[in-house]
């Protein structure tokens, strides 16, 4: 559902939304390359400070390459609901008006289509607003509280959650590590206030000329024909579905003559 999301979503007038946080970052010397003259490498302190650690809030949106960051120190789920709370709101805001839906099963209809072969479903309430934005999350325990889920469906806003193991599905992922490489690669921050300053100071640059992300890079492909059992074949872009037989190549019976 989450790679349907992530290809289908805009075609169907919703909006594709992906949140991660990242972190926690030190105030020590952060390994990275740097240019220097040659013979006269950058320097590290070989003694620091721990004075704290920052982490960053992100909420990405791939079409665009549009990045929203928030530094904070801690990571409750008062931080982090209320942040989210008041930029979905802005985002939801932002969008064109949803078309009305011609009946009330056609408005659940849109839910629930996200919602099909799920062991655990989100419970959709009776009333449900026009389906606006799908947002992709982390599969934590702090995503699923009760009291968000139902502002988030109430803001016509469907939390995907990704599977165990599955982390590789969330492109906020992505993003967070260019940011991070931009911002501390080779880097010797002081405070988690000098972290969280340059986390944002890098996201607000990337915002000024964004890289939009596509879905579909060479490990989706791999997993693609993983499932569809396809077996290349040499020499061209062919495949089969079933491996070709090989032929045992024949067995020569050797003599010793005199």
């Not at 904070?72 to 709101?89: D, I, M, R, Y």
């Not at 803001?155 to 260019?178: F, H, K, V």
């Not at 405070?191 to 579909?216: C, R, Y």
Request: hydrophobic content about 35%; some cysteine; charged content about 20%.
């Amino acid at each position: 559902m989450i790679q349907e999301a992530y290809t289908l979503g805009q075609q169907l007038g919703l909006d594709v939304w992906c949140e991660d946080e990242a972190g926690p970052f030190q105030t020590v010397p952060q390994p990275g390359p740097s240019w220097q003259p040659q013979g006269q490498p950058a320097e590290q302190p070989h003694e620091y400070f721990r004075n704290g650690t920052a982490k960053v809030l992100t909420l990405f949106h791939p079409s665009t390459g549009e990045v929203r960051v928030h530094g904070v120190t801690s990571c409750t789920n008062a931080v982090l609901h209320g942040w989210l709370e008041q930029e979905l709101t802005a985002i939801v805001a932002g969008l064109p008006p949803a078309p009305a839906p011609p009946t009330p099963e056609a408005a659940r209809q849109a839910w629930e289509r996200w919602l099909q072969g799920l062991k655990v479903s989100v419970p959709l309430p009776t009333e449900l607003p026009p389906l606006r934005l799908l947002l992709v999350l982390d599969n934590l325990a702090g995503h699923k509280t009760p009291v968000f889920v139902a502002w988030l469906l109430s803001q016509g806003i469907l939390p995907l959650y990704t599977p165990l193991g599955g982390s590789w599905l969330n492109m906020a992922e992505s993003i967070q590590r260019i940011l991070k490489r931009r911002a501390l690669d080779g880097q010797h921050p002081q405070s988690p206030a000098q972290i969280m300053a340059w986390l944002e100071a890098v996201a607000e640059h990337w915002n000024k000329d964004p890289t939009p992300f596509h879905w579909g890079g060479k490990r989706c492909q791999r997993r693609q024909r993983q499932r569809e059992r396809r077996h290349r074949q040499g020499g061209s872009g062919a495949y089969s579905r079933k491996p070709v037989r090989r032929r045992k190549p024949p067995s020569y019976g050797y003599t010793h003559g005199k």
